[in-house]
């Protein structure tokens, strides 16, 4: 079903243990255990800096006129920003021929050896490709860092932590919200199911153990944003920047994700893509809610211009993070250090 059609009808199990392997500068896995899942440990820079270039809903067919702007759009981020990693939060492509088009949209950052990992959006395996060979297919590209399928829903769920000093200073965790909800009477984008808040929870507990009982702050990120943008936008005490372009369009489900983070107390912000006019930051109950910025072309809607995409930047010892937007042409916005800055 087509995203805009959608929108018209809408009026413990955990996984195994986790090995750690490092990925060095070419982000190749230098430690990871046959048959174990094992989760990417990166190094600050020697400047104490870590910078995460998401991108979102690039919605690429390759061949087609209409996506040539998606792809200059991807070369020039990389090529400004010179990324430590990049995570794309899904909706990947938008037409056949699926291989090809991941190929030659995801060979921008791995053919220039910048690490990369991807969380699918609801519209990757609609081409040809089921899920699971999307996310194999991107898992073979030279430079990819996702990890195996864990057992539970979704594919690409996955932990990136960042170290300093022999510790974990930050985490990212990638989480797959999936297509559609497979119950039909739900009638519905698909949620973060049980088992895979089982896990992020898992693995917070663990890391909060190694590092003497403290949460070690996190970033998350998915596709399709949580149900709480609603009351969040209802809220006259959030507080709100950049462009707020149409309403969010999550699941109609409330997994209770966000409540967990809070119980955690770990994730400082919730990361997601799906909605193309939207890139705001928002500050709700201590905690921000983003969107990336569109990093498309012509393929689909898109009414916020230009294109571009959000950074993220990390800082050893630090539980702040600074957050910017690049847009084509080179055009900075929404400069931010949090919370100091919202």
Known sequence: MKRRNFLKGLTLAAAGTLVPFHADATGKKTSAEAGQAAN????FNKEGKFKILQ???THFITGDARAERAL???REMVEIEKPDLVIHTGDIIYGKPAKESLRELLSVFSSRGIPFAVTLGNHDEEFGMTRREVYDYVRSLPHNVNTPPKNMHGMSNDLITISSGGRV?????LLDTGNQSTDIKLGTYDYLHFDQIAWYREQSQRLREANGGVPVPALAFSHIPVYEHFQALDDRKKKLTGNWGEAPCPSTINSGFFAQTQEMADVRALISGHDHDNDYVM???EKYLIYGRYSGGDTVYNNLKPNG????ELTDGSDSFRTWIRVSGGGKEQELLLPEDL
Do not use: E, G, S
Not at 40 to 43: D, V
């Open 40 to 43: 990417p440990n990166f190094t």
């Open 55 to 57: 991108f979102t809903d």
């Open 72 to 74: 200059a759009n991807v």
């Open 169 to 173: 200073k930050w985490a990212l965790y």
């Open 283 to 285: 500050k709700w109950r």
């Open 309 to 312: 995409c959000r950074l993220f």
